[in-house]
Structure formats: structure tokens, C-alpha cells
């Protein structure tokens, strides 16, 4: 029966695959009507068709909707991918800058005194003039470097420590205490004054302040006069007049010269240790000149604390570059000039910019890994959703080329709808990831921006926007091209897959399925050359590992690897079927046998869902690998630092435990087991080779035998079995006199080397006796050191715990209250907290972030790639279910059939996505080092191997698990819609032959 053609032409028919009208039937050029129709006999003009790309959107608005979703998100996150980056390295350089104690960030030039007659000195010396000096210096620093007007100093101080002559001075162990005197600027700004006046005098009268811990240690007064050497053996008188509080001791204007506002008790190692006091003097900028009568070796310095607010990632280079000419380059010069003598620069920024490039250079590749990896399954989804499309177009696309179009014709048209919908949501994707990652607070200016030195500081950075190709403070273009790369590839994959298909005018195509397709000799070129990259990428990341940022092959190791498995996953695929599908013909019923033969007639092009959720789950399965690697590092290297679950020890070497405190915490609430060591650290060592060795020591730890072990067994760290340590019976004070006896003992490798097979006498402050290695360990709980020495604590002379090990869920707060009841001189240390701090800088937590962002990102496009590969024959499913029940199919066997026919081929994928993640791991592990990613700020800790990767179980099957569910689900949620609409209904909509 026929069906009425519609009485206006621009009207759309019911069907989405047919547009309607005489105006959309196509002509040899492609289906285009021409400009000037034929009149009507009435004599009127018919009006003009409607567009193609309008008419199309206006037929099939969902799958329109559906495409448009998908480039948004893919889109989104192409685009947020290098702004998040940028903004997390932006965010490292910065807190790597700020988190830096301020003696190592800080510029400071000095410059010693020419020689001037006392009238020069003091114009030259001058408040004024010092001042105009540092702002000109202040002037000529390059950017990218900016300063804090607030924490600038200059002035005037002694490099030599003068002692104090007066006999009222304190003198703990009888030496004098010996002073620095300063004239720093500003320090009215820096300190409140709470007893005199403030310090003025001049060059003939010096006048200083002191802080009140100076005052309150050195018995300082308001009135008290110190005398001190003088440059010709007289004295020079400084006046003490009032006492003051620092603002803020830890900013750079206290923190560089920390013996500016706190005086120290020094040592003084001779043959016995004496200690004396250091303490500062601070003298009114009037009474600088007065420094050159002093025997203390006057100096001028000028000190500059460095902003980092507006810094960025991409100033690292420029940052590095500037501070090597400050260094001794042609900005060196320039300063050199404007003193007007020798001028020294001193400043560790250097090294902080050099630390944070090493870190960013280790972690940017491990980030690449994944990267790639989902990169490369959201293009494969892009794709699938062309190759829907495409089916479901195919009658449509082939009745067009019967019928004359051309292939030009057809790719412009489609490349037109694809367009109307991939460009604008490429463009509101790229709108929403620039307003929504934002550059870190506190400055969002570029590289580069306006406001050198001179401009005013303290309102930041100038916003990027006014620098090229910057938007928002990020660089717009790699988001650009990201953007752009997504909406091309959803533009041209309907296009080039219609014109693929479609080079030759077909009305109905051939049988297309697994089963009967034989692969073409240049699909197989392009496996063996997918093979060949594969392979040489893992060599290259087995053999270099990832230390070459610009290598994109190994960063794209994964994807290959999972590349090549997918292609022979869908090589080997007909090969169970066939295995299944002759026993399935005995089994009672025909769902089962159908459904396997159904499974076998799935399009040859099923390769795309295939290796979509083979790459997606290799990639969870990588990203779950590098996140459990990390952990396992951190967890480690936090157990070793404290040696259990809770340290406790005393802030100063060789505290023993006070009486009482054992028991107290054995009855501390979570604490399961407890280890009492003696440790001494810097314990000679004879050798074997005698006295051609060089000198060595290394820590002596005295233990239990039997509780020591117990935790050595439970951390991992050198456990071994307790006789080794067996008790020789003759330890205490009573063992003083047998200098001849043998203990055993458990060493490190080094230590182990040095002391031979013999027995060695070792003299300790634990007593003196003679040990036996009995047994070598690359590590033990007590000590953090690579370098240990480890005996029965039974056995020594002196025998004195001194530090706790504790195992066990215990409380913090409860630890500490125990410990400080019974003593403050010693400290809790959580091993929980230890792990904590290892996650300092936002390089490590950006990079977490991304790969957390690319597993889900992975275990998203593996669901749409499953709802796509169902939705791709599901009119068809449709309506052999349709007929089907029409012969007595209940809904029930309906379900059982969809499930079944799914099911292989989700199966396939996840057994291949569990097996490819887990062999990636250890063919690619030896090239990749988690060691940076994880302790970044605990680079003494290399004796825990590394950071190594480690397939995680739960990475690995968990997606693979909810791939197979996913597909039953869906399977079932389709039979279901389908079992809704009558079989009638079905039929009439019509029949995919």
C-alpha cells in the first residue's frame, strides 16, 4: 500500500531515514535542487524547499541532542585538561616559593665598605641614602622577579661576632657571650616597643634595641650599656634604651636572621662541650657609621623577599634564566654599577625553581599516560557514534547513491549537520571550561604581565587577559586546540564513514558479520605497524622510562598495548562462538543457539565497541595501578620514618625514657604491641682492614629480641627470627670489666662490609664490647638511616631505653596526653600524620586529580560506548523480537535472548581489559617511577625501592565486573521497551532487511 505524499514540499515525513519532498530528491551533483523551479500552471511559484540541515535536525532532534551531549562533554574536558594542568603547576611554583624557609628565598646583596673618611661614611651611610639605594636596586631586578615592599630590610650590620666585655653579662660555662650588631630599616613597622625608647644616637653615640627574649636571657635593660671591641683595641660603648616585641617572627624581616629576635644558647665543642650565648643588638639606622669603629667587619646588605602571586608555570624557564644573571650575568653587572662597589648575591631561589622543574619534568609524563589513554578512548567513542549514525542511515545513503548522488554530494551535505551541531557545543564547551577552571587566586596575570619591579606590588599581578593568547591568566590556545581537534573529529567521522561505505552504489548490501568477514590485506599492514609502535614503545619505557616529557611513544605505551589486544581480541572472537555454538544446538529451547548465531551475525565493525571498553578498562586499570602505587609508597615510607604506628622519643639525642612512662602508654587506649629501643646514633666503627679504612659510624640500637621482632615481622623492615639476638648473659654494669665479650648482632649491608666475618671491638657510650654480624637487613624499624647496627639492648653495659615504637589503631590526642603527663621532653610522632605530610605540594595533588578524573572519565565513555554498541542493531533487535513473538516467544525468553546475544561480546571485553591491565603492569612497570609523584618532600626515604607500579585488583576487575553487569542491564532495559510496544506496531514501522 502506498503512502500519500505530503502536500508541502518543506514537510518532513514521519520516517528519520527518508527526507521527504520533491526538492530533497537528489541530483547527479549531490542531491541540490536548482535555483530557478518551473512554475505551477496556476502561474504561481512553488515555494523553496526547506534546507537539508534543518529539515534533518527537525527528523531526528535526539540523536541530534545525543551528539551534541557528547562533543560538549568530550569538548569540556579536552579543553579543562591543559587548564587544570597549568593551573596545578601554576599552584606548585607558587606554594614551592611561599613554602620556602625565607633564608633560602630571599635576595640579598651585600657589599663591604670602601674606604672614606668618617664624613663620607656617615652621608653615604645615611638613612636616606640607604634607602634610595635599595629602591634603585629594587628597580633594576628583571622580571619575572617582583618583591614585597613590606619584608624589604636594608642596612648596615657586623659579619664578625663581637664578644661582650661587661663581667654582668651571663657566662654559663665562663665564655663571654659574643653579639651581632644591625641596623635594619623599618623596625618600627616590625616591632612594638614595650619598655623605653626607641633607639636614635648617632655615629660618636650608638643607640640599640632589644627584643625582649634578648633582654630577658642576657639580663638586658633599658639604660644597660655593652661594650664591645673596637677596631683599636678600645671599646665601643652601645647603649641599650628600650625592649621590643617582633610582628610576626616567622616573616622573612625575623626569619632570615632568626638571631635577630631570639638570642641561642651556642656550643663550643673542645675537649668538652661548653655553651655561650649569641645574641643581636639592634642600632638606630643613625648609628650605622658607628659600626665602622667595631671590630665586627661592617657590611651593607640589602635583602628582598620575593612574591610569587603571579607567577606562573610558564615563568619557570624566564625565572631560572633571571636568577642565574643576578648570579653572575649581566644583571649582576647592572647591580654591581648601582652600589658602587663589589656586590655579592646570595639566594636559594635558584634551587627551588631547579626542584620544582626536576618534580614537574618526573610527574608530567606519568600524567601523558593518561592523557592518552582516555584521549584515545573518547575518540573511539566519537567514532561509534558515526558509525551509528551511519547504520542507521545506510537505506537512506544507499537509496541516495542509486540514485544518483555523488560522493561530494553526500560527505558536504552530512558534513553540514554534523557541523550545525559539533561547533556549538565544541564553542559552550570551550566557554564553560574557561570559566569554570580558573587560574589559582591571588594573581591570575601571564607571564610576562605589565608591572615590573618598580610598579606598585602589592596589587598582584595584572590580569592575562591583555596578553596574547591568554584568557583568564591560562593560555587559550592548547584549549583551542583541544576543542577544535573534538569537533573536527565529530564532523568528519559521519561524513568519511558514509563516503567509505558508500564508494559504490548499492541497494542491498552483503552479509557483514564476524563470522564471514576476512581481514583486508591493508587492515593487516595497519595491525603490524600498531604492532611494531607497540612494541617499540614498551622497549623505549622499559629501557628510558618516562624521563623524556616530549616522547609522546612511551607516554602512549598503554594505548598501544591495549590497541593491539583489542585488534586480536576481535581476530580470535569467531573462534569460541564456534566452539559454543554446536553444543548450544543439543540444548533443549532456542534461545540459546539463536542467540550465539545472532552474536555471530554482529557487524564486522564491532571492533570499535571492542576496543572502546578494552582501552577504557586498561586505563582504569593503569590510572587504579598509579594510584595504589602512590599509596603503597606513602604508606611505607611513613612506617619506616616512624617505625610503627606512633614514635616516641626525646627532642635531643640520647633522653632516656623516664621511669613510668612504658606502662603508661602499654595501657593507652588502641595500642596493641610496644618496642623499647636504645639508640646512639654516631657510633664509631672499627673495620677489618684496620686503620687504611676510612672512618665510618653508624647508629647502635639495643632491642628486645622477642617484642622487636614481632614488629619487624609486622612492618616488613628486616624481620628476623629472635635466637639470632640470643642473650650472651653478661650485660648490665656488672659486664664492665669483660671487654672480651662477643655479641651478635644484625647490620646493614655497609655496616656489615666494614666489620668483616671477625668479631670487632666497638667503644659506645652503651659500653664497650665486641660484636659478631650475625645477620644483614636492608632496613630496620628503629633508625631511618641506611646505616644500623642492631644488638641485644640486654647485653650492654648502660642500658637505657630511649625511644618507643607502638603499634596499634591508637588516638593522637590520647598518645600525647599520656606522654606529656609523665614528661615534655619528648615528642609523638603518628605515623598517619608523617603520611600526611608527604602530600605537600599541588604538583602531587593535581596529578592525583587527573588521573582520577581519567578513570572516570574512562568508566564513563566505557557506559556510552556499551549503550551505543546496543543502540546501534537495536531497530533491528526490535523487530526479530517483534516477529518472534508473533511465533510464540514469550517476553521472558525475549530478555534471555537480548541478554545472551550482548553478552560475549561484553564478556570478551572485560576478560581482555582485565588480562591487557594486568600484563601492562609488569611489561611497563620498569619504566615507570612513582618515586617523585608520591614523596616529593621526603627525598631521604630512597631506601624504600622507589615508587614502583602494582596492578591493583580492584582496578582490575570492579570496571570489568560493571562493563559485563552494565551490558545485562541494558540488554534487559531494551527487551523490556521493546516487549511495550505491540508486535503489530513494530512490524508496521517497518522491517531492516
Do not use: C
Not at 135 to 152: N, S
Not at 556 to 574: E, Q
Amino acid at each position: 500500500m502506498s503512502r500519500p505524499r505530503s502536500s508541502r514540499p518543506d514537510q518532513p515525513s514521519g520516517s528519520g531515514d527518508r527526507p521527504s519532498g520533491s526538492g530533497n530528491r537528489p541530483s547527479g551533483s549531490g542531491g541540490r535542487s536548482s535555483a530557478h523551479d518551473a512554475p505551477s500552471p496556476s502561474g504561481r511559484t512553488p515555494r523553496a524547499v526547506a534546507p537539508w540541515v534543518r529539515t534533518r535536525l527537525r527528523t531526528a532532534p535526539r540523536a541530534a541532542a545525543a551528539l551534541a551531549l557528547l562533543v560538549l562533554v568530550t569538548t569540556y574536558l579536552a579543553a579543562a585538561l591543559p587548564r587544570a594542568v597549568d593551573r596545578y603547576e601554576t599552584e606548585g611554583l607558587r606554594h614551592g616559593i611561599a613554602s620556602a624557609a625565607p633564608r633560602d628565598s630571599v635576595l640579598e646583596l651585600t657589599s663591604p665598605l670602601p674606604v672614606a673618611t668618617p664624613s663620607q661614611y656617615a652621608e653615604v651611610l645615611s638613612p636616606d641614602a640607604l634607602r634610595k639605594r635599595s629602591d634603585e636596586l629594587r628597580a633594576l631586578l628583571p622580571d619575572p622577579i617582583r618583591t614585597d615592599p613590606a619584608q624589604t630590610a636594608h642596612g648596615v650590620r657586623t659579619v664578625a661576632r663581637l664578644e661582650g666585655l661587661d663581667p654582668w653579662l651571663p657566662r654559663p660555662d665562663g665564655i663571654s657571650p659574643q653579639f651581632v650588631l644591625s641596623s635594619p630599616s623599618g623596625l618600627d613597622r616590625h616591632a612594638t616597643l614595650r619598655q623605653g625608647r626607641p633607639a636614635a644616637g648617632g655615629p660618636l653615640r650608638p643607640e640599640a634595641v632589644v627584643t625582649a627574649k634578648t633582654a630577658e636571657a642576657l639580663r638586658l635593660k633599658p639604660g644597660a650599656v655593652v661594650h664591645v671591641p673596637s677596631r683599636n683595641g678600645e671599646r665601643v660603648a652601645v647603649t641599650v634604651t628600650g625592649i621590643v616585641e617582633p610582628h610576626g617572627p616567622d616573616a622573612p624581616y625575623w626569619a632570615v636572621e632568626p638571631l635577630l629576635r631570639a638570642p641561642v644558647l651556642a656550643p663550643l665543642v673542645d675537649e668538652e662541650v661548653k655553651y655561650f650565648w649569641q645574641a643581636a643588638l639592634l642600632l638606630s639606622p643613625d648609628s650605622a657609621a658607628s659600626l665602622l669603629a667595631t671590630a665586627g667587619e661592617p657590611e651593607v646588605f640589602f635583602r628582598y623577599a620575593p612574591t610569587a602571586d603571579h607567577l606562573t608555570a610558564r615563568d619557570t624557564d624566564r625565572l631560572s634564566a633571571t636568577l642565574h644573571s643576578i648570579g653572575g650575568g649581566p644583571d649582576l653587572v647592572k647591580l654591581t654599577r648601582a652600589v658602587g662597589g663589589n656586590v655579592t648575591v646570595t639566594t636559594g631561589l635558584d634551587e627551588i625553581v631547579d626542584a620544582y622543574r626536576s618534580m614537574r619534568d618526573a610527574i608530567d609524563p606519568v600524567v601523558a599516560v593518561a592523557v592518552f589513554g582516555i584521549g584515545a578512548v573518547a575518540a573511539v567513542v566519537l567514532a561509534m557514534t558515526g558509525g551509528l549514525f551511519v547504520a542507521h542511515r545506510d537505506a537512506e545513503l544507499a537509496l541516495l547513491r542509486s540514485r544518483g548522488a555523488s560522493l561530494t554530494g553526500i560527505g558536504l551535505r552530512l558534513l553540514g549537520e554534523t557541523s550545525a551541531v559539533a561547533v556549538p557545543a565544541a564553542a559552550l564547551a570551550l566557554g564553560l571550561a574557561v570559566a569554570t577552571v580558573r587560574p589559582p587566586g591571588g594573581g591570575s596575570g601571564a607571564a610576562g604581565a605589565a608591572g615590573g619591579p618598580g610598579a606598585p606590588e602589592a596589587a598582584g599581578a595584572a590580569d592575562g587577559a591583555g596578553a596574547v593568547g591568554v584568557l583568564g591568566g591560562i593560555p587559550l590556545g592548547p584549549s583551542l586546540l583541544a576543542a577544535s581537534a573534538v569537533a573536527l573529529v565529530a564532523m568528519l567521522v559521519l561524513p568519511l564513514r558514509a563516503v567509505v561505505l558508500h564508494r559504490r552504489p548499492r541497494l542491498h548490501g552483503g552479509r557483514d558479520d564476524l563470522l564471514t568477514a576476512r581481514p583486508s590485506r591493508r587492515r593487516t599492514v595497519l595491525e603490524l605497524t600498531l604492532l611494531v609502535l607497540a612494541v617499540g614503545a614498551v622497549v623505549s619505557l622499559r629501557l628510558r622510562g618516562t624521563g623524556d616529557s616530549g616522547d609522546h611513544l612511551v607516554s602512549a605505551a598503554p594505548v598501544l598495548v591495549g590497541l593491539i589486544a583489542a585488534m586480536v581480541l576481535v581476530r580470535i572472537y569467531p573462534l569460541p562462538l564456534r566452539w559454543l555454538g554446536r553444543p548450544a544446538r543439543r540444548l533443549r529451547g532456542a534461545v540459546g543457539p539463536l542467540a550465539l548465531a545472532r552474536a555471530g551475525r554482529s557487524s564486522s565493525t564491532g571492533m570499535l565497541p571492542l576496543l572502546a571498553l578494552v582501552l577504557a578498562l586498561t586505563t582504569a586499570a593503569f590510572g587504579g595501578s598509579v594510584l595504589a602505587g602512590v599509596a603503597d609508597a606513602r604508606d611505607r615510607a611513613a612506617l619506616l620514618s616512624t617505625g610503627g604506628d606512633a614514635r616516641i622519643d626525646g627532642s635531643v639525642e640520647w633522653t632516656p625514657l623516664p621511669a613510668g612512662l612504658t606502662e603508661t602508654v602499654r595501657g593507652t587506649a588502641g595500642v596493641r604491641d610496644l618496642a623499647a629501643v636504645q639508640i646512639e646514633y654516631g657510633v664509631a666503627l672499627p673495620s677489618h682492614e684496620g686503620t687504611i679504612a676510612r672512618p665510618m659510624s653508624a647508629p647502635l640500637v639495643g632491642v628486645e629480641p622477642a617484642s622487636y621482632t614481632r614488629l619487624a615481622e609486622r612492618t616488613g623492615f628486616g624481620p628476623f627470627p629472635a635466637e639470632l639476638l640470643a642473650s650472651t648473659g653478661k650485660g648490665g654494669e656488672a659486664a664492665t670489666a669483660d671487654t672480651g665479650r662477643v655479641l651478635p648482632a644484625i647490620a646493614s649491608p655497609s655496616v656489615a662490609e666494614r666489620l668483616g666475618r671477625e668479631p670487632l671491638e666497638v667503644v659506645a657510650a652503651a659500653g664497650t664490647f665486641r660484636v659478631k654480624v650475625v645477620g644483614v637487613r636492608a632496613a630496620t624499624p628503629a633508625v631511618r638511616g641506611e646505616d644500623f647496627l642492631l644488638v641485644n639492648g640486654a647485653d650492654l653495659t648502660r642500658r637505657a631505653a630511649t625511644a618507643l615504637l607502638v603499634t596499634g589503631p591508637v588516638d593522637g590526642t590520647a598518645l600525647r596526653s599520656a606522654v606529656t603527663a609523665r614528661t615534655d621532653a619528648f615528642r609523638v610522632t603518628l605515623r598517619s600524620e608523617e603520611r600526611a605530610g608527604y602530600v605537600d605540594s599541588p604538583l602531587q595533588t593535581g596529578a592525583e586529580r587527573i588521573y582520577l578524573g581519567a578513570i572516570g572519565a574512562g568508566a564513563g565513555y566505557a557506559v556510552v560506548a556499551v549503550l551505543l554498541s546496543l543502540a546501534q542493531n537495536a531497530p533491528e533487535r526490535g523487530a526479530l523480537l517483534a516477529r518472534l513473538r508473533t511465533m510464540g516467544l514469550t517476553r521472558r525468553q525475549g530478555r534471555r535472548l537480548l541478554g545472551l546475544e550482548a553478552l560475549p561480546q561484553a564478556v570478551l571485553a572485560a576478560l581482555g581489559g582485565v588480562l591487557v591491565g594486568w600484563a601492562a603492569v609488569p611489561l611497563l612497570a620498569p619504566g615507570v617511577d612513582l618515586y617523585r609523584l608520591a614523596l616529593a618532600t621526603a627525598p631521604g626515604l630512597a631506601r624504600i625501592d622507589g615508587a614502583p607500579l602494582r596492578a591493583d585488583p580492584w582496578s582490575l576487575l570492579v570496571p570489568a565486573l560493571a562493563v559485563v553487569l552494565l551490558t545485562a542491564l541494558a540488554a534487559a532495559g531494551q527487551a523490556w521497551w521493546a516487549g511495550r510496544r505491540g508486535s503489530i506496531k513494530e512490524l508496521r514501522a517497518g522491517d531492516a532487511r
